[in-house]
């Protein structure tokens, strides 16, 4: 049986939702304990308990422990049989954690999965935007072999949440390696700027001409979509992410997220301050990417490696967890303003 203290490292959800990812993808028992418990609110909050339940749901998983509050679980995995997925958060906890969750599951599944989440946030605080997932994530992970669509059916924000997402991922039989070892130069940025039921402030629109007047000032100049959505009456509210593509193939990504008295003028710059900050870096990979990457670089075969400009909190978790878990060796070097991250070959 896995043993993981969910208190070591950042001893946040990261380490609940990776463990019981790779528990599954291993079809090993899993036994964690101190669950988030460096956090304010320790223990399983609503949407770790249906990230938790949905996993559980695609591998036939039994479980105990898992009630809200709960900060010991024990999760036994069965094949990760795929098909048709349902998951209902019921707050605005973030669907896109969710859908991390599960995603690393979908690739070793017998066959095609469709996750349909609904009442959840789509853009939410400490988690990364829905289309940051659909827009950066998805596509780098395209790259590795991993073939997925995310359809965006309501947006959904803080306190209500109410957002509804689908997401279908065909299973992939070998995850190539991914090797970016340079950024190269930056050929094209582009983005998407939301608002819901905020149209008549044009709160998307001043959302992306802040950030490219931030862009513009230091050379740089973003095709950013503007979205004016009425899916959710229920919860206005709104995100932006960006995103610039290089010539040798690196995809690096900065979003933000509208909140009560947070003008849209910040939200944009916020969005284009995080992306540059990336870009003058030279990462191949933004800080979000670096972490989310590790279990998917940790499965495929042979070496992989890529440059993040900061070893976060996150990334050191997944790092840490996944060679805890995995036979994997993960190399970390300092290269001046950049960290190398190297999965080696076993």
């Not at 990776?18 to 599954?24: C, D, K, Q, S, V």
């Not at 609110?41 to 609503?46: F, T, V």
């Not at 008549?200 to 050379?219: C, F, I």
Request: charged share 25%; glycine share 8%.
């Amino acid at each position: 049986m896995l043993e993981v203290d969910g208190s070591q490292k950042s001893g946040s959800g990261t380490i609940l939702r990776l463990a019981i990812a790779l528990a599954g993808i291993l079809g090993e028992p899993l036994h964690i304990y101190n669950i988030r418990e460096n956090r304010s609110q320790p223990g399983l909050r609503p949407q770790h308990l249906e990230a938790t339940l949905t996993a559980a749901r695609l591998c036939g998983a039994e479980i105990r422990g898992a009630t809200l509050g709960s900060r010991e679980l024990w999760f036994e995995p069965n094949e990760i049989r795929g098909g048709e997925i349902h998951a209902e958060i019921g707050t605005a906890g973030s669907i896109a954690m969710l859908l991390l969750t599960v995603l690393p599951l979908c690739v070793c599944a017998k066959r095609a999965v469709n996750i349909h989440v609904v009442k959840g946030g789509t853009d939410v605080r400490h988690a990364p935007t829905i289309n940051y997932l659909k827009h950066l994530l998805l596509p780098t992970l395209e790259r590795m072999g991993l073939k997925a669509n995310l359809t965006i059916r309501k947006y959904g924000y803080y306190p209500k949440g109410m957002g509804e997402v689908s997401m279908k991922v065909e299973p992939c039989q070998k995850l190539d390696p991914l090797r970016l070892e340079e950024c190269g130069k930056i050929e094209e940025l582009r983005g998407v700027s939301v608002c819901t039921f905020l149209a008549d402030r044009k709160v998307a629109e001043r959302q992306a001409r802040a950030a490219n007047q931030y862009l513009r000032a230091r050379g740089f100049e973003a095709k950013i979509k503007v979205v004016n959505d009425m899916s959710n009456p229920l919860q206005k509210g709104s995100s932006i992410v960006l995103w610039a593509r290089s010539s040798a193939g690196v995809l690096l990504g900065g979003d933000a997220i509208g909140e009560v008295r947070k003008v849209s003028e910040v939200v944009g710059r916020e969005a284009a301050e995080n992306l540059f900050k990336e870009i003058e870096a030279e990462a191949t990979v933004d800080i979000h990417l670096a972490d989310l990457l590790v279990p998917y670089v940790a499965l495929a075969e042979g070496n992989s490696v890529y440059l993040a400009r900061s070893m976060t909190a996150h990334l050191d978790t997944n790092l840490w967890l996944t060679q805890k878990i995995l036979d994997v060796k993960f190399q970390v070097t300092r290269l001046d303003n950049l960290y190398r991250i190297e999965k080696m070959e076993a």
